[in-house]
């Protein structure tokens, strides 16, 4: 149980830290949201998020706060789940 306990905190600092990176100028997201992705998607797709949307230029960048970061991660995150789950349907359960 430790070691999941650990697995879990250091994706946690993971997201944290890259986004920090990606958004040095809009406050971490509430540890509630963070919990909530991490429990129904991979790091890897909260990480490919944040990368999205670090991607965005600087005068875009600039008007993202906390909520509206927050939001589009959900929706990217959401978005990538039903490609995963039509291309999933589409071969026959196989990814």
């Known amino acids: 149980m430790h070691a999941q306990s ?3 905190e250091q994706q946690v600092i993971d997201i944290i ?3 920090r990176i990606a958004f040095p100028d809009v406050e ?3 540890p509630e949201w963070i919990t909530h992705w991490l429990t129904k998607y991979s790091r890897e797709s ?3 998020a944040i990368k999205t949307l670090q991607a965005h230029s600087a005068n ?3 008007r993202f706060t906390q909520t509206s970061v927050g939001r589009a ?3 990217l995150l959401r978005a990538e789940a039903v490609r995963n789950a ?3 349907a589409y071969t026959g359960g196989r990814s």
């Open 86 to 88: 039509v291309a999933s």
């Open 6 to 8: 650990d697995n879990f």
């Open 46 to 48: 909260i990480l490919a």
């Open 17 to 19: 830290t890259a986004y």
């Open 60 to 62: 875009v960048k600039a």
């Open 73 to 75: 991660m959900s929706t």
């Open 28 to 30: 971490v997201p509430a």
